[in-house]
């Protein structure tokens, strides 16, 4: 089970941090990644991480604004935002193969 945190609202140029905590699989064997859903578009994936953070790769759109990294200790990935814009507001979504969280909103104002 994946469970997201730390979504909310923020002003344009603002800053935020997702959490991802999972359960019942030891995060250190697994690749994870963040993919966000914005209104009426399809599931988009936003970065990736390799199991041990070693690797990390980045949708064009929030290159140079967004980190992942993880902490296998805390069985937990994180995503910072920084930068923010309107176009950012979507449904974050933590992924680990076929399992998804339920997801946590992150709307930008202008």
């Known amino acids: 089970q994946l469970v997201e945190s730390g979504g909310g609202l923020v002003q344009a140029g603002g800053s935020l941090r997702l959490s991802c905590v999972a359960s019942?699989?030891?995060?250190?064997?697994?690749?994870m990644g963040w993919f966000r859903q914005a209104p009426g578009k399809e599931r988009e994936f936003v970065a990736g991480i390799s199991g041990s953070g070693a690797s990390t790769h980045y949708a064009d759109a929030i290159k140079g604004r967004f980190t992942i990294s993880r902490d296998n200790a805390k069985n937990t990935v994180y995503l910072q935002m920084t930068s923010l814009k309107p176009e950012d507001t979507a449904v974050y979504y933590c992924?680990?193969?076929?399992?998804w969280g339920q997801g946590t909103q992150v709307t930008v104002s202008s």
């Open positions: 019942g699989r030891t995060l250190p064997s697994f690749p």
């Open positions: 992924q680990s193969g076929d399992v």
